[in-house]
């Protein structure tokens, strides 16, 4: 069997303390400056029982592939999933690991100043240093020969990824990977679902870029569909 977070062995922060938590379905790598392990299961503890309550009452909210009516009275991690959502033209869940990295993340900066949580290849990054984040994508040709640096007076930043052709997640496109950055981890994993989605071949990279060009809270975008790259933004990619 393939180990899915195989890749983790490949992580290298070394002035930050990396441990791995797992709560029910929920497997989060963290990088910070000391090990935050009670805090961090606390955390997500907390943020899982808010949505898996709010989906006990309202099971649409976990299976509909439209955006979800938005409501004061939600729950902030709920919220935040579903105005994700609606902004990307998709189902709340499609910002769920996003979410939950970020709503962790700000919860662990109490503790530590640097924070990096990973959670199924999406990520949320506060950082004070330059960080590489590599990028995988067995079936194209680039490998994972590259990276994207970030500038610490990026972060925080959410940098997430979407594939039509690796890994579980639902997709109704064939890009190899799309990876998209935004303030908002959960804004950046809705609309790497809906921009993927969007590319069913190298013809389509062009607009797909357009649209993230419309949407203010898109501050790059990446794509990658067979031996056809395309990026915009403030986004720096490097050979690593």
Not at 161 to 170: E, I, P, R, V, W
Not at 209 to 228: M, R
């Amino acid at each position: 069997m393939i180990n899915p977070t195989a890749y983790r062995k490949l992580i290298k922060n070394k002035d930050l303390v990396s441990f791995e938590v797992t709560v029910k379905e929920t497997n989060i790598l963290f990088s910070a400056e000391r090990l935050l392990r009670k805090e961090a299961v606390e955390s997500i503890v907390r943020h899982r029982h808010y949505l898996e309550s709010y989906i006990e009452l309202h099971p649409l909210f976990q299976t509909t592939l439209k955006p979800y009516p938005i409501s004061k009275s939600m729950p902030p991690i709920v919220r935040t999933m579903a105005e994700a959502g609606t902004e990307a033209g998709a189902g709340p869940m499609a910002a769920v690991a996003g979410a939950i990295a970020e709503c962790v993340g700000k919860d662990l900066l109490k503790f530590s100043p640097q924070i990096i949580v990973e959670n199924g290849g999406d990520i949320f990054i506060k950082s004070e240093v330059e960080r590489t984040v590599d990028i995988y994508c067995e079936k194209a040709q680039f490998g994972s020969g590259i990276g994207i640096e970030i500038d610490p007076r990026q972060t925080p930043i959410g940098i997430c990824s979407s594939s039509g052709t690796m890994g579980h997640s639902l997709s109704f496109g064939k890009a190899d990977l799309v990876t998209i950055l935004s303030s908002s981890t959960a804004l950046a994993d809705a609309f790497a679902t809906s921009v993927c989605n969007r590319v069913k071949s190298k013809a389509d990279v062009e607009e797909a870029i357009a649209f993230c060009q419309s949407i203010p809270e898109i501050k790059g975008v990446l794509i990658i569909i067979d031996d056809y790259l395309g990026a915009w933004g403030d986004i720096k990619i490097t050979r690593i």
